[in-house]
């Protein structure tokens, strides 16, 4: 979890560009089928190596039965509101997290005395894994929602900031002047020419806050017991009950991917008039 | 039950303890409304039953279980307000109580049966290790899921016990549900489990070589339920009605195994056919006081306090 956490914090500081999604391009070619395959060779791995003896199948179930034990999942109560429990903080802790670092970015990105004036301390809180804090939430707030928001929007705000942060540098300076040339004021300026500039660098960072506020919200929930899909990892772990153990770990992965193809079709959307977005559809 | 970590921080939280808010008296029917911190473990069965039959509604207590998953919270939980009470086992008490923070015991948490071999913790080997008692286990390889805690303790007093010399010993930290794994790969070579994993491990083939919670005290009290000074101080009254509901609590589920047996399906996902057919802990009603004084001597012996800690002055 910190590998994916420092995995994040690395690409943000390589200042991505935007366009600059080589991968996502090659994907989407007509490969879609071998990556079907792929992902269909994979399960059945899961199925075959328990199955052969290579692990032993109370610690490793064959697929099938982790899917068994998942068909019960989805019948109960409980588990639903679990469900609840972790999207809720994830959203609650990623909005706020999203608003913080869009207002701190483009405050502290527009006044570069106030960028000098952060920038040690910004690069020496950034690197501090959020799991560290776990004992401070731990004694602060205890067993509730606001240990997980703690975790959460301390992790995924920096992801913003730093997002935000290298969007409003980006302004092209002839674009700036000119906008100054017409006699714009710093509040049109920001509207029209830094806002846009920075528009797909927010979205970069949002979705990469997306998915370390999932990570941190599991995290908070199964390392400390509050109530969401990460107690009830515990929960199973600590009761001997693999094959739902997995089950919920299945869950989690896909609440990833359903979180990281949701921002990306909405990132598609909404800067449809980009060039970074026009550049991935295949011609 | 990690908890050791933030043993050291726990002054700290002493010092929030007056922001917190709990325990909210609702006067239109008289209840009083209690968090109790607790792990969802086969040791907490009494609390689990007493709610159900109905003993703290009789106290006028309407309870609240907020279970960590690793106890972490519990003790900084009930220092700090956050809890009224809490589910801890002693050895972390009396390191707490060593470091001046005032918890005090209000009741037995769970016992150990007793019983050499038919114990609900086990000291367990591989089915084909050349270990055939704990004195075999001289300067060898064990995990605990705590270091410094009631499992080192009890594990040395069981290679003592056998004759053997335990400061050789190596200790790992792993957590109960990795224990059957690392014991039937050879990764360790014993372990001291739990139920539902002493069960769940002798199915794969391993040996029990001791009880070491048997050894270390007959008897052994292994856990209370436990509050902060500061809540007998200010709320004598909600601490003695939850006392007597988890006093009759206990006995009752001593009285019927298989009220806790059906329990653990409500609070764990623990399979049926294992909760049927695991060692339940004793729930003995009485804090057995010269256990927990032998624990505290143990912990001395073994560096975990540097000075015995006045036991009477934490038990109830």
Known sequence: MTADELGAAAATSAAPTPGARPGAAVLRGGNALLGLLGFATFLALLEVVPRLGLVSSDYLPPFSRIVGALGDLLREGGFWAAVGDTVWSWFLGLLIAVTLGIVVGFVVGTVPVLREFTASTIEFLRPIPSVALIPLAVLVFGLSIKSTLLLVVYASFWQVLIQVLYGVADVDPVARDTARSFGLGRWARTLHVTWPTALPYVFTGVRLAAAVALILAITAELVIGIPGLGAEIGVAQQSGAVPRMYALVVVTGVFGVVVNVGFRALERRLLSWHTSVRSEVPV | ?316
Not at chain 2, 14 to 21: C, E, Q, V
Not at chain 2, 55 to 73: D, S, Y
């Open chain 2, 1 to 316: 039950m990690k908890r050791r970590p933030l043993v050291s921080v726990l002054a700290a939280a002493a010092l929030l303890a007056a922001t917190a808010a709990c325990g909210e008296d609702d006067p239109a029917d008289g209840m009083t409304s209690i968090k109790v911190g607790a792990i969802p473990i086969v040791d907490v069965a009494p609390l689990h039953v007493g709610i159900a039959k109905g003993f703290f509604r009789e106290q006028k207590l309407n309870v609240e279980v907020i279970n960590a998953t690793g106890g972490a919270a519990v003790v900084p939980g009930v220092v700090s307000g956050q809890f009224d009470f809490g589910f801890g086992n002693v050895v972390s008490m009396i390191i707490a109580r060593s470091q001046g923070i005032e918890l005090r015991a209000l009741a037995s948490g769970n016992s150990s049966t007793g019983r050499q071999g038919a114990d609900f913790c086990g000291l367990v080997v591989a089915g084909n290790s050349s270990a055939k008692t704990a004195e075999d286990l001289e300067g060898k390889k064990i995990a605990v899921n705590n270091l410094k805690n009631i499992s080192e303790t009890s594990v040395r007093a069981s290679i003592r016990k056998a004759g053997g010399d335990p400061s050789g010993a190596t200790f790992v930290e792993l957590p109960f549900p990795d224990m059957p794994a690392a014991v039937a790969a050879h990764r360790v070579d014993a372990a001291l489990v739990v139920e539902p994993f002493l069960t769940l491990a002798r199915d794969q083939g391993a040996r029990v070589v001791a009880s070491s919670f048997v050894d270390a005290a007959p008897n052994l009290t292994v856990a209370t339920y436990f509050t902060a000074q500061q809540t007998i101080d200010e709320r004598k009254d909600v601490v003695d009605r939850f006392t007597a509901a988890i006093n009759k609590s206990l006995a009752y589920t001593q009285a019927n195994p298989d009220a806790a047996r059906q329990a653990l399906l409500t609070y764990t996902q623990i399979a049926p056919e294992v909760a049927n057919r695991l060692t339940l802990p004793a729930w003995p009603p009485q804090i057995n006081r010269s256990s927990v004084q032998a624990v505290s001597q143990l912990m001395v012996e073994d560096g975990l306090v540097t000075r015995p800690v006045d036991v009477t002055a934490m038990l109830p």
